[in-house]
């Protein structure tokens, strides 16, 4: 969903039906670092040592969640909200977001230790992939999986995602190269082509028959 003008004006990027998904302020500091540093084991398996960092690094990580460098280098970050509270649950991203002809971006997302299990994630993935589709125009959106990140794998499965392949050695993780799966979405594919639907209907005048201009006028179904 589009966010209110009280929304946009808190930095919301896009709503979901349980989350929100915004920018992050200097405020937001303190809860975010203290999200991180309770997470660090529960996202050990799925994230590179220099993301989760140690408490000396936090400040650091949270200071590229702050505008200007949350909308740089082809990359935008956002907290991922509740909305019942406001609490912070995580944090989805697109990145390699390319201008025309590819049009195609990558996500990242990750919850917070206790927070799986609720639908948030799925909830604030599905609300930024309608941000890369409407919003940006972007054409495809690629997420790269640990092809045993199961709960991960289920989600974009759900959203309608397509399993492409494997991609070798893809990211150092706790040691090791790391092969992901690569799953991706099409803008023509999102919500069962409802975009491609749109944009037709907008730019072709819906052509009336004949036989139906008959039928209108005078209830006859002559045809010509």
């Not at 405020?27 to 999200?35: I, S, V």
């Not at 948030?120 to 309608?130: G, N």
């Not at 759900?158 to 990211?171: K, M, P, Y």
């Amino acid at each position: 969903m589009k966010p209110s003008a009280r929304e946009r004006a808190a930095g919301v990027v896009r709503a979901g039906e349980r989350t929100l998904l915004r920018f992050a302020h200097e405020a937001d500091g303190t809860a975010f670092m203290a999200m991180l540093s309770r997470s660090r084991e529960h996202l050990a398996p799925w994230m590179p040592r220099t993301a989760r960092g140690s408490e000396p690094s936090f400040g650091r990580r949270f200071a590229r969640m702050l505008r200007p460098e949350c909308e740089a280098h082809g990359r935008l970050r956002l907290l991922v909200c509740a909305r019942d509270d406001g609490r912070i649950v995580g944090v989805a991203s697109l990145g390699g977001i390319s201008e025309w002809p590819s049009l195609d971006c990558h996500l990242g997302y990750w919850l917070a230790a206790g927070e799986p299990g609720k639908g948030l994630m799925r909830d604030a993935v599905s609300a930024l992939v309608d941000h890369a589709f409407e919003d940006r125009g972007l054409h495809r959106v690629a997420a790269n999986i640990i092809p045993h990140n199961n709960r991960s794998i289920a989600l974009v499965r759900a959203l309608g995602f397509t399993r492409e392949g494997v991609l070798r050695g893809l990211i150092e993780i706790d040691g090791a190269w790391r092969d992901h799966e690569c799953w991706s979405v099409l803008s023509t594919e999102w919500r069962e082509g409802a975009l491609e639907r749109k944009d037709a209907s907008s730019t072709q005048p819906r052509k009336t028959s004949r036989r139906t201009e008959h039928v209108q006028r005078d209830g006859s179904h002559r045809r010509d």
